[in-house]
């Protein structure tokens, strides 16, 4: 299916510049793996609500940018710029003035000493992806891709934005900032935050950009610790990992396709439910019984 890159800003792209007019002056918004996501761990009512092009929350300001941002620039070289703020902390007028002023011109302030902490992390991290042999050099570096997903009924316009992409070897890296990089703690990560809808979407963005590059694709998570002693997990998905993602983005597709379709976002339920209690409760309540 047509893809293409888009020309604009991460900024940009998080305020869905896919959207046109179709027929009968009828908006048609992009779907994101993000939206994917908060339409199934949660509801369409949430998609439709933080969506930039449909909810109620869509005119209000992002969030300040944090740390996980400021990792980015460091890494990758693009983003937001970074400004130091000459301040010990948050607490003075004068420092919580220079935040709120970076941070409405979309910058990213940072107190000098944790600015030069993130700077020592970044090269420590850095010889550790040597030691992988991962490189960040070259490729394409915050790639934004509009392109359509098979729906039901017709194509779905959706939209992804990639850390890192080389278009030659189909080489995917995106990077995840994040307390813990243990394997068991990524791994529960991956699935709460959808981060393995990500990856499906993401690669099909690619092929779609890229069709030469189908079925070599190559997706990896880089989960980076930002304190000692700033661990560093690369990770790909195995391919029980991989038809979970993919079935979850499909179902996302799906839902998101027929929701635009009747402009109706349900939430989670539509008539009062049973909970039934789960196994585990009732056996601890046995033995607490005994």
Avoid at 19 to 42: N, Y
Avoid at 235 to 256: C, M, N, P, S, Y
């Amino acid at each position: 299916m047509i893809a293409r890159i888009l020309d604009c800003s991460p900024e940009r792209y998080l305020q869905d510049p896919c959207a046109r007019i179709g027929p009968f002056g009828k908006l048609i918004p992009s779907l994101s793996a993000h939206t994917a996501h908060d339409i199934v761990a949660r509801s369409p009512a949430h998609a439709y609500l933080h969506h930039p092009r449909l909810g109620a929350l869509a005119q209000k300001a992002d969030k300040p940018k944090d740390e996980g941002a400021a990792l980015h620039r460091l890494i990758l070289g693009v983003g937001p710029e970074i400004v130091m703020i000459e301040a010990r902390d948050w607490r003075t007028d004068l420092a919580r003035a220079q935040r709120d002023i970076a941070i409405a011109q979309g910058k990213i302030p940072l107190l000098r000493h944790r600015y030069e902490e993130l700077l020592w992390a970044v090269q420590q991290i850095r010889a550790q992806l040597a030691d992988f042999g991962i490189s960040l050099e070259g490729g394409e570096k915050e790639l934004p891709i509009e392109w359509y997903a098979e729906g039901q009924y017709a194509p779905v316009l959706c939209r992804s934005m990639l850390d890192y992409a080389d278009l030659e070897s189909g080489l995917v890296i995106d990077v995840k900032k994040t307390h813990c990089a243990h394997p068991s703690a990524i791994t529960r990560c991956i699935f709460d935050y959808g981060y393995d809808i990500q990856a499906v979407a993401h690669s099909a963005a690619l092929a779609a950009l890229r069709p030469q590059l189908q079925g070599r694709i190559q997706f990896v998570f880089l989960f980076v610790e930002i304190e000692p002693p700033y661990s560093v997990v690369p990770a790909k998905l195995d391919g029980a990992f991989t038809e979970i993602g993919e079935q979850r983005w499909r179902h996302g597709v799906r839902h998101w396709e027929y929701c635009l379709a009747r402009d109706d976002w349900p939430s989670y339920v539509e008539r009062p439910i049973v909970l039934e209690a789960p196994v585990w409760l009732i056996n601890q309540q046995i033995g607490v019984a005994r």
